[in-house]
């Protein structure tokens, strides 16, 4: 007998529907349900690289996480990595298709609709449960025609809806009601409750305008939930704007890394910015202080961000902190950035043959058309650590050899293998690699940190920080059980309401 489906949208983005899917997946695998997160379509260059190398957008990792389940590309069958203002770099079931400018996808989409049926059939056979997410909002009438993973996605799946509305952003009311409003009748009639959400304050003085949405729509609100900074959930696409710009040191170690405009895997620096003794900001432009750290994460367009980085002045100043002792670091499309050129003999990112990088690692990129994805683990051949990360890049980074490599490869794709990733300069105080995850290691995470506080003059500590994913999935199910009426949640599932 097929699975249940169930689906979240909601009135915009950034309204919490990631976070919230990834709840009601944990509140459902701790009930004994096997369950399944689900995304047709995501938009964002925080991916995640499955076992088979596929990629998918990092959410619906964590979801997966949540679930106790394997991440697999069925699970987010297309995914959309923006490359530039207009276009983007299209993934289909973990693969590049293409990329595209916005018109030429739009004529693309309905050719996708077989395979996200697909994927969704394979899923419901599989699990009692599917937690569908939506994206954006139901109600982008200039989309309806072409949409793909809102109400097309419901009706492929026969879900039900929940609507979920960000109170801290202000008109919750006018946004639900607005988007019920704009649906046409038979998507209306698919939308059985709605979920508040990012609430601060007294949740008596809302009383009224509930009373009033269900009132007004026929429709029960299933809780409101909190706003909450306690709980270490993985964003999905954003860098939040409260860990941008000045923060106060506190004596502590201080890591700056770039905000690039096209920003890849951000998520690489959690673990680092959970450490006590660590704090770390995303900066836009260079303030004039020398960071004890200065990282260059991943990017979509490395070429088109290094321009941007010198039109910032970055380049000026990564020269600066590195001159005063600052370690650098670069990591994937950092890493490209960092070295002397990048060749782009394709044009798989840009019109010109070739850029000038940083110069701070003896190094050259050649762009290739073929992207490399894999999971890899590996050994940090200074401190020994080990380290479980992945590989998303397009580009081969070659140069002199370091007098000794930053990392051993020992497998890819669970299959034991032996080579070498990274490489480094100055004393090791600039150094790069393609390895996303390293951070997410407790050992080379303190490692690391310890460098940089013996720089300081500092007592090297002892421990890292735990991680503990399924710890802080536990307090979010936790939160989301006490504030939502879970038993009516259930209802809708086993359509009795």
Not at 295 to 315: C, E, M, N
Not at 433 to 439: M, P, R
Request: charged residues 25%.
């Amino acid at each position: 007998m097929p699975g249940r489906s169930l689906m979240i949208q909601g009135t915009g983005s950034h309204v919490g529907k990631s976070v919230l899917v990834s709840a009601i997946c944990r509140i459902f695998a701790q009930d004994g349900l096997r369950v399944a997160p689900f995304k047709a379509q995501n938009m964002a260059n925080n991916a995640f690289v499955c076992r088979d190398g596929g990629e998918i957008g990092r959410a619906q990792a964590v979801q997966a996480l949540a679930c106790g389940v394997e991440p697999t590309v069925e699970m987010n069958p297309v995914l959309l990595k923006p490359c530039t203002d207009t276009g983007s770099q299209v993934i289909v079931l973990g693969r590049v298709a293409k990329t595209m400018n916005a018109r030429e996808y739009q004529a693309f989409k309905p050719s996708l609709i077989p395979t996200i049926k697909e994927c969704l059939d394979r899923l419901l056979a599989q699990y009692d449960v599917v937690v569908i997410e939506g994206a954006g909002s139901p109600a982008e009438i200039n989309l309806r025609e072409s949409d793909i993973v809102n109400m097309r996605t419901a009706a492929l799946a026969d879900a039900p809806v929940v609507l979920v509305g960000n109170i801290d952003l202000g008109g919750v009311f006018a946004q639900l009601i607005g988007t019920l409003h704009l649906l046409r009748d038979d998507e209306r009639a698919r939308v059985r409750a709605f979920i508040i959400n990012k609430f601060r304050g007294d949740r008596d003085i809302l009383k009224p305008g509930l009373e009033y949405l269900e009132r007004e729509t026929g429709r029960p609100v299933l809780g409101v939930l909190p706003y909450f900074k306690d709980i270490r959930i993985a964003e999905e696409d954003t860098v939040p704007a409260e860990k941008v710009g000045a923060r106060a040191p506190d004596g502590k170690i201080l890591i700056d890394v770039i905000k690039h405009p096209r920003i890849a895997n951000f998520t690489d620096f959690d673990a680092l910015e959970a450490e006590p003794d660590v704090s770390l900001r995303y900066l836009e432009r260079p303030d004039g202080r020398v960071p004890d750290a200065l990282i260059f994460p991943g990017t979509k367009s490395t070429i088109a961000d290094l321009r941007s980085l010198r039109a910032a002045g970055f380049v000026d100043h990564a020269i600066r902190c590195a001159e005063r002792g600052t370690t650098i670091v670069g990591v994937c499309g950092g890493f490209q950035m960092l070295g002397a050129r990048i060749f782009d003999p394709h044009h798989v990112e840009s019109e010109s043959d070739v850029e000038e990088g940083l110069g701070l690692l003896p190094t050259i990129t050649v762009f290739c058309e073929k992207k490399e994805t894999s999971q890899v683990r590996a050994l940090h051949v200074e401190s020994g650590a080990e380290i479980t990360g992945y590989e998303i890049h397009m580009g081969c980074t070659q140069g002199n050899p370091s007098p000794q490599p930053l990392f051993r490869i020992l497998e890819r794709f669970g299959m034991a293998a032996d080579g070498y990733d990274g490489t480094s300069a100055r004393e090791g105080r600039v150094w790069g690699t393609y390895l996303h995850g390293l951070f997410d290691s407790a050992d080379f995470r303190r490692h690391f940190v310890n460098k940089l506080r013996r720089n300081r003059g500092l007592e090297p500590r002892e421990t890292a920080a735990r991680q503990d994913s399924l710890a802080e999935l536990d307090k979010l199910a936790a939160l989301v059980r006490k504030h939502l009426d879970i038993a009516y949640l259930y209802r809708i599932l086993r359509r009795e309401a």
